[in-house]
Each structure stands twice: as structure tokens, then as C-alpha cells.
RNA sequence: AGCGGGGUGGGGAAGUCAGGUCAUCCCGGCGGGCUCAUAACCCGCAAAUCAGUAGUUCAAAUCUACUCCCCGCUACCA
């Protein structure tokens, strides 16, 4: 395992509040790769940063009266506000409106210009008279041409899915005016220098998902198009040449780089020579699949045209969407669930189990599902899990007096249960290596259905001669699902650490320590009480009306 | 339209890349046990020709071909 790592997530579009969907592809996963990287001793830090320009984000400050720099601000802290609500740890957040994101950015673009991956062409755009704006792509809505179909845009037609050679009756999707046709010059990036080289450096990248390597080389077989990288709005990173008076850059020209100058800032004020750290480093970029060919091909290829002057990344896990019951979510039909409103309700663990145990290391989609939401925190959670370290401790407390007693020979099943916990870092682990987040989850649940059965097999209750084992390794083994747990449930996991009687942070340990018996004969333990509180089916029917849309 | 991913007991999923050790897990149903624990937990039973057809193989949920359904993505979006 390299010593250092950075990992980034997708950055979140400063123009909406974070939802469900979000979290489950992205930041939950890395978050909790973030902690169990730091477990193991690696230097690992965990960059994000709001995106804040392009048009969408200029259009909603207009029509809300502020100053688009206002606007984002306010959806960076909001936004950072929700992620820390949810125990997600940044180490730094920043904004790709950053002075020294937007010099990155520029020196950049100097460097490609340089090296001749850069050129200009004058292109016909839509532009609204009206509005007094150019229309990109997404701007101008109409008929396709092939199927007919009413109100669809210009660059893709949603019902036959094909991409419009030219737009009947095109209308500016602002005003709704017919937008005329204006020249003007753009600045296009060779992408198409890059299909060889691209092509390689996927082949040759073990780490990388295999599904979605095989989705981007088709893509690369069938011809990659040089890619258009600036617009005439005001709102965005100015392209430094005189002759780009008034233009900047398209956003994903620019936001994928604040993941390194984020980086690079946040390590410079820590002392650390950034540059150094990053190309040392391993580099992971969380991703939802929707960003599969800015992070496959875009991004790649602008770090290639520098001469990988920045590290390529080594991960780039990518994950499906949620759907919420069942359907796409969609903010516009106002189908989704806000973070800040689901954590009003219920706490960040809550969601964070369930999410993580339905989320696979594939591009598959998830569902979130309230009645199974109430099935699995009830059954697992709390049956299994949460009832294993309440009957252990409880059983403690009463029968001992809260003090761990002293053990005799271990029989065959207290020594199958001591196997159980001497394994436990290695088969969580090797789970978690490979971003399976979701098998390593169910693999600590594993852990607890068995001691749920050892307790049971042993029957403490009776007193029997096998009793303080018993107690002894349940007790160890309740201390060691609290540090499994830990990257995922951090805020349980502490409580768990708690009531054991133990003290200190669990994130100051080392993940091998879970594989110790570390909790000694003679231990006192801490107070033993429920650790989670059941999801109640009539809360679950009310929310399902309240968050859940409204047709 | 192109590309990608799926169809596994009543419901939801894992297993498929590296074929046998596989039919597993959760919910639900039925029957028992226990009483330390949040009506929890433990043990057992019923229920699946692993979408269909053909093939490769000593051996297929797993590999190949075709067919039928479902879903997603297509360069704004986690």
C-alpha cells in the first residue's frame, strides 16, 4: 500500500443542495476509503471543492438577484455545512473560483497553447437577441428532425435518443424566443491527439474499473472529436490571451483542475511541497458514471498534454446512481431527498449503513427503497449488530459488575471465536483494498451474526464453566467491530468504544488493532445502553409522503 | 439508433471475470428453542429445472451463440 494518497470526489455544482444521490456515489465512498486509508497508517487527505461557474449557475443568480460570486458562496457553505452534518471529513473544501485555481487553470491552458494542443475556429452559435447571450448546446430546445418530437435539445433528442443534425424550429430555453445565428471564435482542445495514447493508458491500468474501461475504448474506437472548451458568458475562468476578450472557460475545462491546485494548496499551507506529494502519491478521483468521459478522457488527456507534469490518477471509482423508489431522481420534477432533510430524521449512520450495504463497486444502479431503508436498519443494524454489543456489555454489567473476568482454557468454539477476531482485519481489508465497500460491510455483519451465535451456543446465562471466555471474547469482540466500523459508522463506532469503557479517539488507532484482544481481564466497562433506536413503519409511511415527491 | 448492465425460491439481493468446494444472504411463511439482549437472538422446515433455446465440457447460475423481457448511459448532471 503506497503511504500517501489524495482523494478527491466529485466536486459538487454550487447551484442546489446536496441529495441522497450524491452521497451514495460519491462522497460516502470516499469518505469512508478516506478513513480507512488513514487507519492504516497512510498519509491520506481528502480534497473537494464546490464547481462555480457556467452558465446555469450566472442564469439562477440573475433571476435571484445576486451577484453570481454570492450565489456560489452561498451554496459552498451550505453545501460544505450538509456534508459535515453527515460526518463526511474533508480535509480541505475549497471552490474552483479560487484565485489560485483560476492561475492553475490559466498556466494550464499557457502550457497546452505551448505545446500545440490548443487552436481557435470560428463556429456559428444560436444567440438570443433577447437575452443578449450565446446559446450552448443545452440553451436552444425545439423538434428533432428524425422522430418529430416536440421540446427537445438541440445537442440530444430525449425521445429517440439521437443527436439532432440541425433543430427544427429552434427557441431560446430562457425566453423562448427564436435565437439567431452569430459567429464567433472558440478554442477547441486536440482531444484527438490523445486516442492512442488514452487508448494505452487505460489498457495498461490495472486499478481501473474493467467495465468502464471497456465502455471508454469503444468510445475511443469510434473517434474521439476535438473538444470546444470555451464560452461567451462572464462568469467563469478568463482565457488569458488578448484575443479572448470576454470569453472563459467552459466548466469542465476548468473544475476537474481545482482537484489538484485544491491539493496543492492545502498541502503548501501544511508545509508539505505539494507538487512533490501529488506525483508520490496514490490518486483517487471519486465519480458517479454520468462523469465517466471528463474523468476517462478529458482529464486524462489535458494531464497528458503537459507532460504529466501532475500525476495521472491510479483510481477512479465509479459508481451507478440511486434511484428513489425506484425512479430517477430528478430535482425539476422535485423527485428527490435533500441530505439536510433526511438527516432531520434520522442519524448520518443510519443512511450511511444502508447506502453503503446496497452500493456495489460497479456502475450498476442503486435503488433506495424506505421500506427496505426500515428493514435493513431494523434487521441488521440493529438485530444483529446493535443487539450483539447491548447483550454482551449488558450481560457484563449484570453478571460481572461491569468487570471483565478472568478466562480459563479456551474450548473449541471460544478458539474458533478468537480465530474470528484475529482475521477480522485482513477479511475486512482485503475487501476495502479493492473498493468493495458494500462485501466489507456485510463481512463486519458477519462477524456479529456469529458471536450472536457463539453467545447464544455458550448460553452465559446459565453460568456454566465456559462463562467468563464467553464474556471475555464478546466483549473483545464488540471492541473490535468498533474499529471495523469505524469508516463507516464513525460516530457509533465511537459510542461503541464508549460504553466499552475505553477511551480515546478510534481514528488514533491502527486498523490491525481490531485483531487484538485488547480488552484485558480486569477491564471495567464503560454504561451499556442501546445504541440505535428503531425505524418505526409509521414514521417511514409519513416520510414517504413528505420527502418523497409529489406527483 | 448506438453502447453498457441485468433477468437467481413469494419480495429484495450476492455469487458469474479465474466452471466443480454453490445454490448463499436479508425480508416474509411455518415449526421449535432460549430468556443475557431493543417482541431481540438461536435452531430447523417449506419453497428456485439460477429468463428461454441450442452448444462446449467428465462437470455450467458461471463459458459460447441465438431469442425474449427489463434498466441505464450517449459527452450540462453524483
Not at 455545512?81 to 474533508?90: K, L, M, R, V
Request: hydrophobic share 35%; net charge negative; glycine share 6%.
Amino acid at each position: 500500500m503506497n503511504k500517501k494518497a489524495i482523494i478527491t470526489s466529485a466536486l459538487p455544482y454550487a447551484n442546489g443542495e446536496i441529495h441522497l444521490g450524491h452521497v451514495a456515489s460519491t462522497y460516502l465512498p470516499a469518505d469512508v476509503t478516506t478513513r480507512f486509508l488513514k487507519l492504516n497508517g497512510v498519509e491520506a487527505y481528502y480534497v473537494c471543492a464546490s464547481d462555480d461557474y457556467g452558465t446555469p449557475i450566472l442564469l439562477q443568480s440573475e433571476k435571484e438577484g445576486k451577484t453570481p460570486a454570492e450565489y456560489v458562496s452561498h451554496w459552498n457553505k451550505r453545501d460544505y455545512e450538509d456534508f459535515t452534518a453527515f460526518n463526511i471529513e474533508f480535509d480541505f473544501f475549497y471552490k474552483t473560483s479560487s484565485p489560485e485555481n483560476i492561475a492553475f487553470v490559466q498556466d494550464v491552458f499557457q502550457k497546452l497553447n505551448d505545446a500545440g494542443h490548443i487552436y481557435e475556429k470560428e463556429i456559428i452559435q444560436f444567440y438570443c437577441n433577447n437575452d443578449k447571450k450565446f446559446l450552448p448546446d443545452r440553451y436552444v430546445k425545439g423538434t428533432c428532425p428524425d422522430c418529430k418530437a416536440d421540446d427537445q435539445y438541440s445537442d440530444l433528442c430525449e425521445s429517440c435518443g439521437r443527436v439532432p443534425e440541425e433543430i427544427i424550429n429552434p427557441k431560446c430555453s430562457i425566453c423562448g424566443q427564436p435565437p439567431t445565428k452569430e459567429k464567433t471564435k472558440h478554442y477547441f482542445f486536440k482531444l484527438k491527439n490523445f486516442g492512442d495514447l488514452l487508448f494505452k493508458w487505460l489498457d495498461e491500468h490495472e486499478h481501473l474499473q474493467k467495465d468502464v474501461k471497456k465502455y471508454v475504448q469503444n468510445w475511443i474506437k469510434s473517434g474521439l472529436i476535438d473538444w470546444d472548451i470555451t464560452r461567451d458568458i462572464s462568469w467563469g475562468v478568463p482565457v488569458p490571451l488578448d484575443a479572448a476578450e470576454g470569453k472563459v472557460f467552459y466548466g469542465w475545462f476548468d473544475n476537474h483542475l481545482a482537484y489538484i491546485s485544491t491539493a496543492i494548496k492545502f498541502l503548501n499551507d501544511k508545509g508539505i511541497d505539494g507538487k512533490e506529494f501529488w506525483n508520490s502519491a496514490d490518486i483517487y478521483h471519486f465519480i458517479g458514471k454520468d462523469i465517466v468521459y471528463h474523468h476517462y478522457l478529458f482529464l486524462p488527456a489535458m494531464r497528458l498534454g503537459i507532460n504529466s507534469e501532475y500525476k495521472l490518477p491510479d483510481y477512479i471509482p465509479t459508481r451507478g446512481h440511486l434511484t428513489l423508489q425506484a425512479k430517477k431522481i430528478s430535482k425539476s420534477r422535485n423527485w428527490y431527498i435533500g441530505l439536510k432533510d433526511f438527516l432531520k430524521n434520522y442519524r448520518a449512520d443510519y443512511l450511511r449503513y444502508y447506502l453503503i450495504s446496497i452500493n456495489p463497486y460497479s456502475q450498476d444502479d442503486l435503488n433506495f427503497d424506505w421500506n427496505d431503508f426500515a428493514t435493513r436498519i431494523n434487521s441488521e443494524l440493529i438485530g444483529n449488530l446493535g443487539n450483539f454489543v447491548n447483550r454482551a456489555l449488558g450481560f457484563t454489567k449484570k453478571t460481572f459488575d461491569g468487570i471483565v473476568p478472568e478466562i480459563d482454557t479456551f474450548d473449541d468454539k471460544d478458539t474458533e471465536a478468537e480465530q474470528k477476531i484475529k482475521s477480522l482485519a485482513t477479511d475486512v481489508g482485503l475487501l476495502l483494498e479493492q473498493n468493495h465497500l458494500d462485501r466489507a460491510l456485510k463481512k463486519i455483519m458477519e462477524f456479529s451474526s456469529f458471536f450472536n451465535q457463539y453467545f447464544q451456543h455458550k448460553e452465559p446465562w446459565k453460568k456454566g464453566p465456559g462463562t467468563a471466555n464467553c464474556v471475555f471474547l464478546s466483549v473483545n469482540a464488540a471492541r473490535s467491530m468498533a474499529i471495523a466500523l469505524f469508516s463507516f459508522l464513525p460516530e457509533s463506532a465511537q459510542q461503541i468504544w464508549e460504553q466499552l469503557g475505553l477511551s480515546g479517539k478510534i481514528d488514533e488507532l491502527t486498523w490491525s488493532n481490531m485483531s487484538e484482544l485488547g480488552i484485558p481481564s480486569g477491564h471495567v466497562l464503560g454504561t451499556a445502553s442501546p445504541l440505535f433506536a428503531k425505524v418505526e413503519e409509521s414514521d417511514i409511511e409519513i416520510l414517504k409522503k413528505q420527502l418523497g415527491p409529489s406527483e
